[in-house]
């Protein structure tokens, strides 16, 4: 398997904006998360999905943010309008199976600078 | 809810030396540690996980993590270190037992391996 894949590897938008960053989990896992790495607050989780359902978006850190995954092989993360500090690594990862002890597989990340 | 404690921000160590990276974390249940590993430019990658059993865990490239319950600590050790060890290190905790719990990061510890 390929891993998760995400895309852009990179973004450079304007405070504004609308981003659209793109996941691929892997196949066969039925969890898909999203995740968004700054130096000031570290690693956050932003959402998970179940089978496509979004289970907890506490994590989202406003209106500004949504998620979607309109299938198992895909999922989309949207900043509309963008800010200054949305600038992150934002991680798409997924697991198979419910329990905690799962492993989370990462992808590469997206790297946005909104200026 | 569970907390993660990483003291050391950054640890500079010389190659072939022995190295240490600390982790302690904060549960009032049992839990599940991980410790994944960041090599730059790349998404997190599970590097050893405690889930029951054997306080011992190894990793295929030689590190290894002791869970002590009484310290609440998952302290992640490596006898002789490579410069290809090179990266941040994460250590992360999910409540044990009861169905999916959210990983919970602690905030990194960057391992810096030199000639």
């Known amino acids: 398997d390929a891993g998760v894949i995400q895309s852009p590897r990179h973004e450079v938008t304007e405070m504004g904006q609308e981003v659209t960053l793109r996941c691929k989990p892997i196949?066969?896992?039925?969890?898909l998360f999203w995740y968004r790495q700054t130096m000031m607050r570290g690693l956050e989780l932003l959402i998970y999905f179940n089978n496509n359902v979004p289970i907890d978006d506490s994590g989202m850190p406003e209106d500004r943010f949504s998620a979607k995954m309109p299938n198992a092989s895909f999922s989309t993360l949207k900043i509309q309008p963008s800010e200054p500090r949305d600038s992150a690594v934002y991680f798409c990862?997924?697991?198979?199976?419910?329990?905690?002890?799962?492993?989370?597989?990462f992808g590469p990340g997206t790297r946005l600078l909104v200026l | 809810a569970q907390s993660v404690t990483q003291l050391d921000s950054q640890v500079p160590v010389f190659e072939e030396a022995p190295v240490e990276l600390r982790c302690n974390y904060s549960?009032?249940?049992?839990?599940?540690l991980f410790w994944y590993v960041q090599y730059p430019n790349q998404g997190l990658q599970l590097l050893l996980k405690?889930?029951?059993?054997?306080?011992l865990v190894e990793s295929i490239n030689g590190f290894e993590a002791e869970f002590n319950k009484s310290q609440t600590s998952f302290h992640l050790r490596k006898p002789s270190v490579h410069i290809s060890d090179t990266a941040e290190y994460f250590c992360a905790v999910s409540r044990g037992n009861t169905g999916f719990q959210k990983l919970v990061f602690g905030t990194g510890t960057r391992l810096l391996v030199s000639p």
């Open positions: 990862a997924s697991s198979a199976g419910l329990a905690g002890s799962e492993t989370q597989y």
């Open positions: 196949s066969g896992h039925d969890y």
């Open positions: 405690y889930l029951s059993g054997s306080t």
């Open positions: 549960s009032s249940v049992s839990v599940y």
